[in-house]
């Protein structure tokens, strides 16, 4: 078998790019951490451009091919933004070499003046085109791309105060709602800036889409990752589809987002709640003398949460997963509201305590088949 750091065959046609060094000689890492086995890179593109390599380092040659289909999902995500009016960076698949090393992942133009909307609320307001700022997220929620339902860290700005999207790598995942009820849009950006009239424009855009347009897209897309592999078009193809026919067949998807008085939660769909309580009880509630509060903090025991206070989520879902542990105990009854600000804790959850296949047969639409994401 080949070294996995030698070029090969279709490897040969990707982009090369030069890595930015820092005082000690070790690529510069856009995050300020040290430098490792997946770490995005400043580096100069091959038209002389400032930009970023987002690389990884796989073990196996199983786990090359998986990241050449999540790396494929990335550019063609990033490709079809463009395509559709949307503003968005331009992902391809690239290599630098370092110390004799190929190191291989996606490359990207570096945005300049970049800021995130965590911490930058107040430049919403001022958008400079708030309706393609829209499009951008409804297209990503086409795609599949719940990363920025909650992460404000997701959203960016460029110099001149437009949203600008980047960072595809959940796109290409079936369904538009996470936990099949909380539609994949920043919730902050809607709030502020959505309106009928540019919500209904995006999703008019997505839902006109003929299968064949969806069919070319991904092919067009698919001219910047020469390693995809047929089957990989044709699942992203599918899932384009599906999601395209949810978003013809929901009308008033999104809509109750619009403004400051949003929906505060949403009742998990009966057969998710009950997967969450079955499993959390098979797995944690082997003991009939543990009580709730005793199995629902062995499940999110080493779950992460998110935002400021990494806890209070954590807390939050806890609480309710006590509680509702209780009510199928006493009831019979299977009932989680999901609570948007929650979100990454149940996603984190989800991602214990199920498979990716069994993710994806109840909608969760958290992880991609063969690869974590």
Not at 100 to 113: F, I, K, N
Not at 161 to 190: Q, S, T, W
Not at 207 to 229: C, D, F, K, W, Y
């Amino acid at each position: 078998m080949a070294p996995l750091n030698k070029l090969s065959g279709a490897e040969l046609a990707v982009e090369t790019v030069k890595l930015t060094l820092d005082e000690g000689g070790k690529p510069k890492t856009l995050t300020g951490d040290d430098f490792g086995d997946s770490s995005p890179v400043f580096c100069t593109l091959a038209d002389g451009t400032p930009g970023v390599l987002k690389l990884e380092r796989p073990k196996s040659m199983c786990e090359l091919k998986q990241l050449e289909a999540w790396w494929a999902h990335q550019v063609i995500s990033s490709d079809i933004m463009s395509q559709l009016g949307c503003h968005s960076v331009h992902y391809r698949e690239a290599h630098a070499i370092y110390n004799g090393e190929v190191l291989r992942g996606t490359a990207c133009e570096l945005v300049d003046g970049m800021k995130e909307l965590a911490g930058n609320e107040d430049l919403l307001p001022g958008l400079r085109d708030p309706d393609r700022a829209i499009l951008g997220t409804v297209v990503c929620a086409w795609l599949g791309d719940f990363d920025r339902s909650i992460k404000n860290e997701n959203i960016w700005f460029d110099g001149k105060n437009d949203v600008i999207y980047g960072d595809y790598g959940c796109a290409g995942l079936e369904h538009i709602n996470a936990f099949g009820v909380m539609p994949k849009v920043n919730r902050k950006l809607f709030a502020t800036v959505a309106t009928r009239e540019n919500v209904e424009d995006a999703l008019d855009k997505v839902r006109g889409l003929s299968n064949r347009r969806i069919h070319e897209m991904v092919r067009q897309g698919a001219r910047l990752i020469p390693t995809v592999t047929d089957d990989v078009l044709k699942e992203m193809t599918m899932t384009l589809i599906k999601n395209r026919d949810q978003l013809r067949a929901d009308q008033g998807w999104g809509l109750d987002l619009i403004g400051p008085e949003q929906t505060q939660s949403y009742p998990m769909p009966d057969k998710i709640a009950e997967a969450f309580l079955n499993r959390v009880l098979q797995k944690y509630g082997d003991d009939p003398n543990r009580s709730s509060e005793e199995i629902a903090r062995l499940a999110l025991e080493n779950v992460p949460g998110y935002g400021p206070d990494k806890g209070k989520d954590i807390r939050l879902v806890s609480l309710q997963l006590s509680n509702a542990l209780s009510r199928q105990r006493e009831q019979g009854q299977a009932r989680i509201e999901l609570v948007p600000d929650c979100f990454y804790a149940w996603m984190q959850l989800a991602k214990k305590i199920f498979t990716v296949d069994e993710s994806l047969a109840l909608g969760l639409g958290l992880k991609h088949r063969g690869l974590e994401a």
